[in-house]
C-alpha cells in the first residue's frame, strides 16, 4: 500500500475554504501550494476507510522522512523539502500536522472543548502560522491566526459530523456533550438531527463565535495587502457559515458555501475592507 493509492483526488479547489487563491501572490504561491499537497496526501491517508491504523501510521512515517531528507520515498515530502530549503523556512508546521494526522488514525472521540482545541493546535493553526512565514508576518500574528484556524476546523468538524461518523466512525463533537444531551453518537447516523443533536450543534457554533471574534482584528494587523484580502474573506465567509449552523441541520441541509455565494460574499465585504486598509495606511 502507498501514499498515492489513497488519495481521494480532492484538490485545493474543492476545500471549504480558500487554498493558495489568485488574491495570493504569485511568488507566494509555489511553497503555499507544496505544502498543501503534502497536507493533503497526509490527510487522505489519515482518513481513508480500508488501510488499517498501522498502514496509515507507517505511511505518515514515510512522509516524515521524506520531509526531513532521510529518505525519498514519498514525492509529495521530498517536494516540499526542497521549497521549503529554497525559502529558508522550517517544517515545523508540517511536522505540527503529521501529528494530528497520527492521532486521527488512532483517535475517534473526543473529551470536552479544550480538548478539541488541543487537536486544533496541530490539525488547523499550523496552516496558518505556515502561510504567515511564507510572507515573512510577525509572529505577534499568531494568536489571531490561531483563532481563525481553530474556529475553521470546528466549522469544518459540524459540517462533516455526520459524513465523518458514517464513514469513518470518527466524533469530533465531544462525546460527553452528547451524552449530557441525552444521545449517543448514533444520532450522527440519522437522516435528519433531532432537537437534542441539533441543539448541541448549534451550542458549539455558539462557542466558535468567541474565537471568530479573537480572530476579527487578524486580517487588519497582516502587511501584505493580498494576504489580508483573503484573510479577511475566510473571517467573512467563517462568520457566515457559523451562523448557519447556529439554526441549520448539516445532516439534512446545506451548510457550504457555492462559489456564488462566496462571490456575493466577497463582493459584499469588498467596501470596507478597502476601507479598513486605507485607515491603516
Request: hydrophobic share 45%; glycine share 4%.
Amino acid at each position: 500500500m502507498s501514499v498515492a493509492e489513497l488519495q481521494s483526488g480532492k484538490g485545493h479547489k474543492d476545500e471549504n475554504f480558500p487554498v493558495a487563491s489568485l488574491l495570493i501572490a504569485p511568488r507566494h504561491r509555489p511553497p503555499v501550494m507544496a505544502f498543501y499537497k503534502f497536507v493533503r496526501a497526509a490527510d487522505d491517508v489519515a482518513d481513508s476507510a480500508t488501510a488499517t491504523p498501522d498502514e496509515k501510521l507507517a505511511l505518515l512515517e514515510q512522509m516524515r522522512a521524506s520531509l526531513m531528507g532521510e529518505s525519498n520515498a514519498n514525492p509529495e515530502g521530498v517536494a516540499l523539502r526542497d521549497i521549503l530549503g529554497e525559502r529558508g523556512l522550517a517544517p515545523v508546521h508540517a511536522l505540527d500536522l503529521l501529528e494530528a494526522f497520527r492521532r486521527d488514525c488512532t483517535r475517534l472521540r473526543y473529551a470536552d472543548w479544550d480538548d478539541l482545541i488541543d487537536y486544533c493546535r496541530y490539525s488547523a493553526m499550523p496552516v496558518g502560522r505556515f502561510v504567515l512565514d511564507v510572507h515573512g508576518e510577525s509572529k505577534d500574528l499568531w494568536p489571531a491566526n490561531d483563532a481563525l484556524c481553530a474556529a475553521l476546523q470546528v466549522i469544518n468538524h459540524l459540517q462533516d459530523c455526520a459524513k465523518d461518523y458514517r464513514e469513518i466512525n470518527r466524533v469530533y463533537i465531544p462525546e460527553p456533550l452528547l451524552a449530557a444531551a441525552g444521545i449517543g453518537v448514533e444520532a450522527l447516523g440519522e437522516t435528519r438531527a433531532n432537537p437534542a443533536l441539533a441543539g448541541v450543534i448549534s451550542s458549539l457554533a455558539r462557542r466558535n463565535a468567541a474565537l471568530l471574534e479573537t480572530s476579527r482584528p487578524f486580517a487588519r494587523g497582516i502587511r501584505d495587502s493580498r494576504l489580508a484580502l483573503e484573510v479577511d474573506l475566510i473571517q467573512t465567509l467563517a462568520d457566515d457559515l457559523n451562523t448557519l449552523l447556529m439554526t441549520r441541520d448539516p445532516l439534512s441541509q446545506p451548510v457550504h458555501h457555492s462559489k456564488t455565494d462566496v462571490m456575493a460574499l466577497f463582493l459584499k465585504r469588498f467596501p470596507a475592507f478597502a476601507l479598513m486598509r486605507l485607515m491603516r495606511k
